[in-house]
């Protein structure tokens, strides 16, 4: 934006009977665009995101290491019940995601197939093992899609290495 707009959006901003509100409101939409960037919006998605993910798995190995407690694999065997997979792979598997793809969020390294990997396992727990919490994991798909679709934004290793 060029300094003869920046200082239009100030004087309508500063005079409100000036333009009308759409000008206004348009002005204050422009420089929220400005104040909330791609950049800043995908580091607090990653941060947000990888954060959730990170502390579920810590709930299924034993401190200091990525060993699955016998309490993770019991909860794939009774309560989450998943198809296809033992109760000790599953668990084995989840435990991994969950602090592999977390840490390559936050390094925002390989960002967009650590996004779809998150999405898929969230797909898989909405849709296997808990229906009824639709609004908490479209709340996770909407970050984890905006990630996917937009990518680490420029304070990532992806943008510092060149990956897309």
């Not at 065997?77 to 296809?84: G, I, V």
Request: glycine share 8%; with cysteine.
């Amino acid at each position: 934006m060029n300094q003869r707009s920046a200082r239009h959006e100030s004087a309508v901003l500063a005079n409100p009977g000036g333009k009308g509100l759409r000008a206004r409101w348009n002005a204050a939409a422009n420089l929220l665009d400005r104040m909330v960037s791609h950049q800043l919006l995908a580091l607090a998605c990653r941060l947000s995101i990888a954060a959730i993910f990170y502390y579920s798995g810590r709930t299924k190995v034993e401190d200091g290491s990525l060993q699955v407690t016998a309490g993770a694999i019991e909860l794939f065997r009774t309560e989450y019940k998943l198809p296809l997979l033992s109760p000790e792979l599953a668990a084995q598997l989840a435990a991994y995601a969950e602090h592999l793809f977390p840490l390559l969020l936050v390094l925002g390294l390989f960002t967009r197939m650590s996004a779809l990997a998150l999405l898929g396992m969230t797909a898989v727990i909405q849709f296997l093992v808990y229906p009824e919490a639709w609004p908490t994991h479209l709340s996770w798909a909407a970050i984890l899609l905006y990630l996917a679709g937009r990518g680490a934004g420029t304070l990532s290793l992806d943008r510092a290495l060149g990956i897309r």
